[in-house]
């Protein structure tokens, strides 16, 4: 097992005094703030021990089979919200409405898994009811940003020759546009429905939730030709538990603590391109 550490800003030399926990036989520099400790200790024991001591110090800790790599994946699956944008897409459109907080009590009760997320999406965008459609624009240009490295991300797995797909409990709105600015393969979300330049309170069709997620992925895999295994998933919340849990790898950004309990990776730390490090 290899042992893989970076955090941003972090010194080599505080990686390596992590590293020790884990008594790796030898080390390999992947940039300025990540390194690669090879044929290390990879107990339970020690792997918590790393875990505690990386947490504290700032630093996302990975272990991972020795010679995995990119080319071992021909796809990388990616939640939207709080995962390759910044932000909550219904949290900021109900901010229109007034009603942010209200709206983003329910949203992070069904990231942590506490709410069914179709019933609670279904709550969410019947209070949006009323909003002007224009709305939506000005969420996607005054207040969503792209995650920290996933653009970076992004060009790597392309260049790399893997196909992209962004699969979201949020809107087509947002999705259509994001797949047209970072020439993502697939995309999939919800479609709010609009009448009379005014969002209705209702979505159009089936809602996206995790089956639906998971679904999407075993789809896009056999359109590909390829199994689940050879997908990257990437999420934050619960509802993105069941399409990380057939991928390949599972990575867990900023994620909510029983998504990162579950991940092979958790990014907590860095961008999103510490995946592309990790595999380097």
Not at 15 to 38: C, G, M
Not at 246 to 274: E, M, T
Request: proline share 2%; aromatic share 4%; net charge negative.
């Amino acid at each position: 097992m290899n042992l893989v550490l970076q955090g941003p800003g972090a010194a080599q030399a505080l990686l390596t005094d992590v590293a020790a926990l884990a008594r790796p036989a030898r080390s390999v520099a992947i940039s300025e703030h990540a390194l690669r400790f090879e044929d290390v200790d990879a107990s339970p024991d020690v792997r918590d021990r790393v875990a505690a001591a990386a947490y504290a110090a700032g630093v996302d800790a990975t272990f991972i089979a020795a010679g995995r790599t990119l080319a071992d994946f021909r796809l990388v699956a990616m939640d939207m919200d709080s995962t390759l944008i910044t932000i909550e897409c219904i949290d900021e459109i109900a901010d229109m409405q007034g009603l942010k907080a209200q709206v983003s009590e329910i949203t992070e009760a069904a990231m942590r898994g506490e709410l069914d997320f179709a019933a609670s999406l279904t709550r969410r965008v019947a209070l949006l009811e009323g909003l002007e459609a224009s709305a939506l624009a000005r969420v996607y240009e005054e207040r969503l940003r792209i995650s920290p490295g996933g653009e970076a991300m992004l060009a790597a797995v392309q260049a790399a020759g893997l196909k992209t797909l962004l699969v979201s409990g949020g809107f087509t709105f947002f999705t259509e546009r994001l797949q047209a600015r970072l020439g993502l393969d697939y995309a999939h979300a919800n479609v709010l429905e609009i009448e009379n330049g005014r969002l209705t309170g209702r979505v159009v069709g089936g809602i996206v939730d995790a089956e639906e997620k998971r679904r999407t992925v075993e789809r896009v895999c056999a359109e590909l030709g390829i199994e689940p295994r050879q997908a990257i998933v990437m999420g934050d919340g619960a509802n993105d538990l069941r399409m990380m849990g057939i991928a390949g790898l599972s990575v867990a950004f900023r994620a909510k603590p029983v998504v990162r309990a579950q991940a092979d990776v958790a990014l907590n730390f860095s961008g999103l391109d510490g995946i592309v490090k990790i595999l380097a």
